[in-house]
């Protein structure tokens, strides 16, 4: 399967979101940037999602949502650890 990636301004939930589509734009997975409470949330609509695709989308989405509306930088960015 081909994924792709795109950006929704979201008026409605006042931020800005980075899709993962598939080849036919369904969207699979979203990280969304609201500008209303300053928070980063990720969802999943589709199962059996490859990790590193995930991955991949937080890590774009760290880069290239960039701050809140407000100029407010976004949380750090974290590496998974072990413990």
């Given at each position: 399967m081909q994924y792709r990636y795109q950006f929704a301004s979201d008026v409605v939930r006042d931020g800005m979101g980075l899709e993962l589509t598939d080849e036919r734009w369904n969207i699979l997975a979203e990280v969304f940037r609201c500008d209303a409470n300053k928070s980063l949330t990720i969802s999943l609509f589709s199962e059996?999602?490859?990790f590193t695709e995930i991955e991949k989308l937080g890590s774009m989405a760290w880069k290239e949502l960039g701050s809140f509306?407000?100029?407010t930088p976004l949380p750090e960015?974290?590496?998974l650890n072990n413990g």
């Open positions: 059996g999602l490859p509306e407000d100029g960015q974290r590496e």
